[in-house]
């Protein structure tokens, strides 16, 4: 499948886009090279080895030599892509992110692939909702969650354009691409995918198509809630923020957990300049192994589930 080709749903995996994008960056940029460890295929990097096999490296399964390896690389003047499943290249190479990136302040691009529940059905250990909050922590780490195919390859050329460590989380659940008017991504400016004055719905990754399928329900109730694409989590677009805070209300959803994630951004931001009601939706701890989409239905994070949110945080409203 090519990145533009959807499913016969009609719906994309995201790594599609990560996969073509880093081959079209590769073919002009000779300094991009990719690490991956034993997550070839999870990460879509066939083809990439298939036409430049000498620059990737494979470390197996051992993702604190991944990022080490991706440390090693940017200082001798590559471009590394440094690829994995997010719940490892987080919670097993924590120290190595924070000392040998973020700290060191290097030119490393980490990919974290298949992000939040979507490894269902192998349970809490490959669950991954605690990865924002972590990487929240750094605050010179950009941290983008991309919401469909079109958001993940600007993603990743904006990463590959700027001299910093970036985490880009991309999940292998398949999603629509979005509808949109003006099409521009930018590191650190959320997007409006509709304009509303009752309340304000902030989402970013697998959650967005989500937040715009229920203001199209509360739409037809005759509620207006504007739509806030938040896929740059760090540097936040505090702007943004503040302007969603202007109807009154705000609901935050997210594949993650409601502790540290986009809510926890979003309220830092609200609570210190204009406190309004909120709701933050997410997992509330570990959750059961299950199918991806019987734990988002389990916990609410559905398009009705959302509506309901914004019903009852309206309702809060001074």
């Not at 990136?101 to 490959?126: C, D, M, R, W």
């Not at 989590?233 to 409601?258: K, M, W």
């Not at 939706?281 to 559905?302: D, K, Q, R, Y």
């Amino acid at each position: 499948m090519s990145a533009a080709a959807p499913d016969r749903a009609g719906l994309f995996d995201c790594r599609d886009s990560f996969a073509a994008t880093i081959e079209s960056l590769a073919e002009h940029d000779s300094r991009v090279v990719t690490v991956v460890s034993d997550s070839l295929g999870s990460s879509k990097l066939g083809g990439f080895k298939k036409r430049w096999p000498e620059r990737m490296v494979n470390v197996g399964i051992a993702e604190q030599t991944l990022v080490a390896v991706g440390a090693g690389l940017a200082n001798g003047g590559k471009v590394p892509f440094v690829s994995a499943a997010s719940c490892f290249i987080t919670g097993r190479a924590m120290e190595q992110v924070k000392a040998d990136i973020a700290y060191s302040n290097v030119n490393v691009k980490l990919i974290g692939q298949s992000s939040g529940v979507a490894y269902g059905e192998l349970g809490p250990t490959h669950h991954s909702i605690e990865d924002m909050a972590w990487l929240r922590l750094f605050n010179n780490l950009t941290l983008i969650v991309p919401a469909d195919p079109w958001q993940t390859e600007q993603a990743i050329r904006a990463a590959a354009a700027m001299d910093g460590p970036v985490f880009v989380r991309i999940s292998r659940m398949p999603v629509p691409a979005l509808e949109r008017n003006n099409a521009r991504f930018e590191i650190g400016k959320a997007e409006i995918l509709a304009e509303g004055a009752d309340a304000a719905i902030i989402a970013n990754g697998t959650m967005v198509h989500r937040a715009v399928a229920a203001a199209k329900i509360l739409a037809s109730e005759g509620i207006s809630a504007r739509v806030v694409n938040l896929a740059t989590v760090n540097p936040l677009d505090e702007a943004a923020i503040l302007a969603a805070a202007d109807t009154g209300a705000i609901v935050t959803v997210e594949e993650h957990s409601v502790r540290g994630g986009l809510g926890g951004a979003v309220a830092e931001v609200v609570t210190a300049n204009t406190p309004v009601p909120m709701r933050i939706m997410g997992f509330p701890g570990f959750v059961p192994t299950g199918s991806a989409e019987w734990l988002m239905e389990h916990f609410g994070l559905t398009e009705t589930g959302i509506a309901d949110a914004v019903r009852q945080t309206i309702a809060r409203k001074r």
